[in-house]
């Protein structure tokens, strides 16, 4: 599996089939976030409507809810590694539409939303094989470390990515799109090198297809730890989802342009990118649980703080701890999540999390959009922002299972 054997003092850094599988999902992420930027300033450019931007958001949900349970059945039955080839290569088709639609002036909303449906398609069928596959990169004792760096790792891509995307955008979206298409096409390049085994799995002997399908969801739902971890992440983000109106307050409250917008959407990533790096470097050692729950209300008060703020610099410090408290949330809800499970479960439980994730991204983006439709901008991010830390309290009182969690690494199926 790896290029030199793995020792009780080495880095998850030091197996190759993972440094390759960083750079790879570092691309993805990148070309993700660029090509996010330019749909939302075109879409909102031609539009001029919050409303607009909602349905950016769930236009890319509704495909990931119908798509992501099969998907999580598939990487558990077949090469984890060559889903995530295929999918890239889609990603890469739908960056060549939107390529087509900025070359051709298109000014009509809908073919955008029909692409934004088929890019969500790929990236439901992508989450479960990624998250899946990291466990057999490297030995256990080195995930949570891993996860670490997958998270920092990422949160590097979201930062460089909206900054070059509203920078290259001044040449016009075409740049924005060609240049996505050229990176996801080498995502899946990549992803066919990978030497380690995908992992395939035999059906379960005296089951149905739609037991074997919906097991994942029938698991988490047994485990209060595991539930506990995925429902707060998804609605405290569900309520906070602030920057699916940062095109708004770049244009209108802001004044910053496309080139502000980027760095708005770079600072959340900046905060977490930071704390990533940490906590690779030194995994949380105590009351993990705990930490989550303080987290995620720093997140709300963030949240708030941003939506009431009309000052560049204030609004980029909000977003900085906003960005950094949700890291916390992720590195321990996705090490929890799969150390808790087996892996021959781990592709539908990871799906029932893409799920959980993808409704607290793309649908928290469309609440905000209809929320600010119906109260305004500021109004719709500050009620999200208390909703945020109304759920802490309450779900600190339901999982009580998951506030005592204290080493990540005592964590087991």
């Known amino acids: ?63 990931m809810m119908a798509c992501t349970i099969p998907a999580g059945h598939m990487a558990d039955r077949f090469d984890r590694r060559l889903i995530l080839v295929i999918s890239n290569f889609c990603s890469a088709i739908a960056a060549g539409c939107f390529l087509t639609l900025a070359l051709t002036r298109t000014t009509v909303i ?29 030995p256990q004792d080195q995930f949570p470390q891993a996860v670490a760096w997958a998270s920092s790792t990422s949160q590097v891509a979201v930062i460089a990515g909206p900054a070059i995307g509203g920078a290259i955008y001044i040449l016009g979206p075409a740049v924005d799109y060609g240049v996505c298409l050229i990176l996801f096409a080498t995502v899946a390049i990549v992803m066919m090198g990978i030497r380690s085994r995908g992992m395939r799995y035999e059906a379960e002997a005296d089951t149905t297809a739609f037991e074997r399908i919906t097991a994942g969801i029938a698991y988490v739902w047994r485990k209060p730890l595991i539930l ?35 760095v708005l959407r770079s600072a959340p990533a900046l905060g977490a990118a930071m704390l990533g790096l940490a906590l690779g470097q030194q995994a949380l050692q105590r009351r993990a649980g705990l930490a989550m729950f303080a987290c995620v209300a720093i997140f709300g008060v963030a949240t708030i703080v941003f939506g009431l703020s009309e000052n560049f610099a204030l609004s980029m410090a909000a977003l900085f701890v906003l960005g950094a408290s949700d890291m916390v949330s992720v590195y321990v809800r996705t090490t929890l999540t799969q150390l808790a499970t087996p892996d021959a479960m781990r592709g539908r439980v990871s799906a029932v999390n893409r799920l959980f994730v993808g409704a607290s991204n793309e649908l928290g983006e469309f609440e905000s959009g209809v929320t600010a439709t119906w109260f305004g901008t500021v109004p719709a991010v500050v009620i999200g922002g208390v909703g945020t830390l109304v759920i802490v309290a309450v779900w600190y009182r339901l999982f009580p299972s998951l506030r005592e969690v204290n080493r990540l690494s005592e964590v087991t199926p």
């Open 1 to 63: 599996m790896d290029d030199s054997p793995a020792t009780a003092n080495s880095s998850a850094l030091s197996h190759r089939d993972f440094r390759r599988y960083l750079g790879a999902a570092f691309l993805a992420i990148l070309a993700t976030q660029i090509q996010s930027v330019a749909v939302g300033w075109q879409v909102y450019s031609i539009a001029r409507t919050p409303l607009a931007l909602g349905y950016v958001g769930l236009f890319q949900f509704l495909p």
């Open 110 to 138: 809908w073919p955008f939303y029909a692409v934004l449906v088929i890019f969500g398609a790929s990236r439901a069928f992508a989450g479960p094989a990624s998250q899946s596959l990291v466990p057999l990169l490297v």
């Open 228 to 262: 506990g971890a995925f429902s707060l992440d998804l609605f405290a983000v569900l309520l906070g989802g602030a920057t699916a109106l940062l095109p708004v307050y770049a244009r209108d409250i802001l004044h910053v342009g496309p080139l502000g917008l980027g």
